[in-house]
Structure formats: structure tokens, C-alpha cells
């Protein structure tokens, strides 16, 4: 790959801004589908701080089409840990509430032999932020369709209709460079430069909350006198997780606005948890704004926002880095699809009609969480007593367990999608409801062989042939002839027929269902409807 000091390329097909984990994924599902991009960091080193700690089964179903789940998985928390939430009014004391949910083992055995499509091909990973976006940058630089170039900043940008012109600097020369990229994704974070340089606003629900990050290193038996846990929310409002599942803490408290920052952070986070504890080595601290906001628009002409450029959510309930992986590999198809020169205008639009509703929805569940860890302490200032806090949590403590949001979204918005008539299957809260119901995800099954049917889906679209009488290939050389990508896999499997509904399921790179049917189309029926998945 090129160093810092080679000199950037004039053009790009996609210049991507920022080379955080949605960034770097965005660029690994562009080089997955042969698309080049160039993507420029301001940071010359991953981030110093851990920052998100969850990577939900849906997004580690979708990284492993990228081939990196085995090294996320090797340097996350180990598979047996615990992923259990302690609430804590007095640390001599056993927690009020312990919101229990299984470790990733415990998950694996729950899935162990479940053939009904309602269990994820993969289940969660704990993995520190700084870590994720190690693994993924370093599969970036390695990459011979990835032009990463770190230590530039994107000063400004201009968008003619013809493609994007982006000024950018170096941060550690002080030269400058204009690129033209025929299209720009700023995955630049909250305070996004790409989506001020596009007029873009955000909707915020709520007030922004200070908050102070102290990440530490301990190995005082005090810090789990209660057993293992992944996260403790204490009545004097402090948080405290387990980074590793073992000597690796971060210490959170909210620093109300106009308060100086305080001259010892620790200090305060062993006052608000309420005991305190010997420290190793303090690693990082940070401030941050908390916010609950999603932008107006997801696009501007060549201009695209994704991850925390588009909307930005607390860190509880895994909503934040979770929805913003799931837009880089939405739009990262379809960018490829549109650079190919397969798909018409629309499909680039359906990016915002897909993936925003899905932000507004993750927004309002992360408030719902958020409330609770809100209201906690304030029921315990009032004087609410052990029982009382203890019901409370627990009529709450569903909140956890929340599979639904994570792999239950469906793009019933969708301008490129072949929606049908009548109700839409039922949806829940904690589980996977298996459909092929268009739109939405398409259940994870296990072939006869044991190889799971997502590891079988092509590149492109697929469509999955469970006719028994060869119906699909028709269609699939005639998808062929008009430049349109697309695989057929052939199954022959009663309990997978049951469980996918129809003989013909035509399956998006994203494994998203586009369409489903008894019977294949005439050829023109099928033009039509390769025009609408393709947003010809």
C-alpha cells in the first residue's frame, strides 16, 4: 500500500473520509465487490480510547462475508464470559438487579441443533472499539483495491453533478491536494466535516449529556466482589465496565455543563461508585458528548453519510456502531453496483430510504434503555427502597435481550424491493422471527453438508432454487445477459423449503430478501422486476 508521504492520487471512484470501523468496512465491502476506493484518516494510529464494546450477531453475519469474524473473535473477550449487567446502590451490599444474558458460548449451545431459521448464523462478539478498528484498518492497508492514506483531513468538498472534488490536507506537512472522486462517504464521526461541508442538519431528541471516560487497568479483587460482570450502573451514577474480562476497566460519569473538568477523573469515578480500589496504570481519559440525533438527509447529490456521520446514539443497547456497520455494507453494494454500471439512480436512493428509518428506530430503543440508566438513580436519591428498585428493574431488565432490533429490520420503505400485498409477518422483541418475506433478512439454515446457507450466497444477488425442478435458471441467465450479477444455488432440503416459504428466493448481497415467488416470471415480468431491484 502507499505510505503517508506518496503523493495522493488526483482521482477515486469513492473517496471515503474517516478509517473507523464503519469506514474501513465500507471500503473492505467495496474491494469485496472489485470497487477501488481511497480512504483518508486524519489519525496517523487507531484510537488511544475503547469506545464501543458490542458487535451484535448481525453485524458479525455480515463481517463474516469479509472474512475477518476469526480475528475479531480471537481478540475480543473470551467466549465464556459473562454478559451480565449488575445495579448497585451500596458495593457492600449484592446488586439490587442483575440483568442476565447468555456469554457467547452460552449462545452457541442455545443454537446448537436449532433448525427453524430463528437462531443468527453468528452470535455477538465483545470487543473493545480500538481493537475493531485495529483489526479492520490493518485489512485495509493490506488490501490491494484500499488506498488508505493516514494523517490527511478533508478541508472542504465540492459536489458539480459530475462527481466530487475534495480538499484535503496534511496534518503532518501542512500541504494540500484536491482529489476528484466520483463519490464521497464521510465516515467522519459525530462532528462530521463532510456533513457540514454538505449543508446537511440533524434531528437531536433530547438534550446532549458531558459525559468523563476514565480507562484504567486494575487487578483489585474489589472491582468483582460481586462475581463477573460486563457492566455495573451504581446509584451514585457512575458505570463501570469490564473491558476484557479481566484487568481492563472503564470508569464513566456525566459532568454536568459549565462544570470544569475535574482535576483527578478517578478520583470521582471511585466516589460515585462508592469504594475504592488500587489502580495499576490509568491508560486514556476522554470527554464526550452524548447525543440521541439522526441527520436530515443521508445524501447530497455524490455525497453520502454513514455511521456516526449520520446519526449518533449513547453506548447503550450496541445501537450506535452496530447501525453504522449495517450502513456500510448497504451502501457499499450499491455504490459497486452503480460504479459497475449495473444499477440505475434509484438504487443509490434507496440507501436513505432503507437505512434512516432504521436510525430513528434504534434512536428511540437506545432512549428507552438510556431512561432506565437515567431514572435509577434518581429513584435511589429519592429513597426508593431495595425492593422497590429491585421490581422496577426487573419488569425493565427486557431491554437486554433485544435480538429483534438487531436482525428483525425489514425495508418496507424500499423503492427497490417487490413488496406484497397483505400483512407483514410478525415481528419480536427478543428473537428472530424466521421469514423470506421481502425486505427483511433471510433466515440462517444449515445445509445437509452442515455448510450454512449464507457461506453459499454469491457475490451479487442469489437466487436460491428450492423448486426441485430447476425453475430459477432460466431467470438467472437472463439476469446474466442484462448485466446483472447473479448466482444460483440449488437446494434441495425439505426443512430448508419449509423454513424460506417459496420454491424462489432471490437473495441481495446484503442478505436481505428482494423477492420471493411460487412460480418464475415471464421474461418481461422478470425485466420489470430486475429494473425495480436494480432501481433501473
Not at 189 to 198: E, F, I, K, L, W
Not at 238 to 249: C, E, I, K, Q
Amino acid at each position: 500500500m502507499p505510505d503517508h508521504v506518496s503523493s495522493l492520487p488526483d482521482s477515486a471512484p469513492v473517496l471515503i473520509v474517516g478509517a473507523g470501523p464503519v469506514g474501513a468496512t465500507l471500503a473492505l465491502e467495496l474491494a469485496h465487490h472489485g470497487v477501488r476506493s481511497t480512504v483518508v484518516e486524519r489519525s496517523t494510529t487507531v484510537s488511544a480510547h475503547p469506545k464501543m464494546d458490542f458487535i451484535n450477531g448481525r453485524s458479525m453475519e455480515l463481517l463474516r462475508r469479509l472474512g475477518v469474524t476469526e480475528e475479531i473473535r480471537r481478540r475480543g473477550v473470551a467466549p465464556d464470559e459473562p454478559f451480565d449487567f449488575h445495579w448497585m446502590t451500596d458495593p457492600a451490599q449484592p446488586p439490587v438487579s442483575v440483568w442476565e444474558y447468555p456469554s457467547v458460548a452460552g449462545l452457541r449451545e442455545k443454537s446448537a441443533g436449532v433448525t427453524d431459521g430463528s437462531a443468527p448464523l453468528e452470535p455477538y462478539q465483545r470487543l473493545q472499539g480500538s481493537l475493531l478498528e485495529d483489526v479492520l484498518r490493518r485489512q485495509v492497508r493490506e488490501h490491494p483495491l484500499v488506498d488508505l492514506r493516514e494523517g490527511w483531513d478533508l478541508l472542504d468538498l465540492s459536489d458539480d453533478g459530475e462527481g466530487v472534488s475534495a480538499r484535503l490536507s496534511d496534518v503532518v506537512h501542512g500541504t494540500e491536494h484536491t482529489l476528484r472522486a466520483s463519490y464521497l462517504v464521510g465516515c467522519d464521526g459525530g462532528g462530521s466535516t463532510v456533513r457540514r461541508c454538505a449543508g446537511i442538519a440533524t434531528q437531536q431528541s433530547g438534550p446532549a449529556t458531558r459525559h468523563c471516560d476514565v480507562y484504567f487497568r486494575s487487578e483489585d479483587p474489589a472491582l468483582s466482589r460481586h462475581g463477573k460482570f460486563f457492566l455495573t450502573i451504581t446509584a451514585g451514577g457512575a458505570t463501570l465496565v469490564n473491558r476484557d474480562g479481566g484487568r481492563t476497566w472503564t470508569g464513566t460519569f456525566v459532568l454536568p455543563d459549565g462544570e470544569p473538568e475535574p482535576d483527578e477523573p478517578l478520583a470521582v469515578v471511585k466516589e460515585r461508585l462508592g469504594f475504592g480500589f488500587a489502580v495499576d496504570e490509568v491508560l486514556n481519559v476522554a470527554y464526550w458528548y452524548g447525543r440521541l440525533a439522526v441527520a436530515d438527509s443521508y445524501r447530497r447529490g455524490r455525497v453520502f453519510l454513514a455511521g456516526d456521520a449520520a446519526h449518533q446514539f449513547y453506548p447503550t443497547g450496541g445501537h450506535g456502531a452496530n447501525t453504522g456497520l449495517g450502513d456500510a455494507f448497504d451502501l457499499g453494494w450499491k455504490l459497486a453496483a452503480t460504479l459497475d454500471g449495473w444499477a440505475g439512480a434509484r438504487l443509490l436512493d434507496s440507501y436513505e430510504a432503507e437505512r434512516r428509518p432504521v436510525a430513528l428506530f434504534n434512536r428511540e430503543m437506545c432512549a428507552n434503555l438510556l431512561a432506565v440508566w437515567m431514572r435509577f438513580p434518581q429513584l435511589a436519591a429519592a429513597g426508593a427502597s431495595r425492593p422497590q428498585l429491585a421490581a422496577y428493574l426487573g419488569r425493565e431488565s427486557f431491554q437486554i435481550d433485544n435480538v429483534g432490533i438487531h436482525f428483525g429490520h425489514r425495508y418496507g420503505g424500499s423503492g427497490v424491493i417487490r413488496h406484497e400485498d397483505g400483512p407483514e409477518p410478525d415481528w419480536q422483541w427478543d428473537s428472530i422471527v424466521p421469514t423470506t418475506h421481502p425486505g427483511g433478512r433471510a433466515p440462517n439454515v444449515w445445509l445437509g453438508d452442515g455448510t450454512p446457507l449464507f457461506d453459499r450466497l454469491g457475490t451479487g444477488f442469489t437466487l436460491v432454487d428450492l423448486s426441485g425442478e430447476n425453475r430459477g435458471k432460466a431467470l438467472v441467465e437472463q439476469a446474466r445477459r442484462g448485466g446483472v450479477p447473479c448466482s444460483l444455488l440449488t437446494v434441495d432440503d425439505d426443512a430448508v423449503r419449509t423454513v424460506w416459504e417459496r420454491d424462489l428466493v432471490l437473495v441481495r448481497p446484503d442478505h436481505h430478501v428482494a423477492w420471493r415467488g411460487d412460480v418464475a416470471p415471464a421474461p418481461r415480468a422478470w425485466d420489470e422486476l430486475l429494473g425495480r431491484f436494480t432501481g433501473s
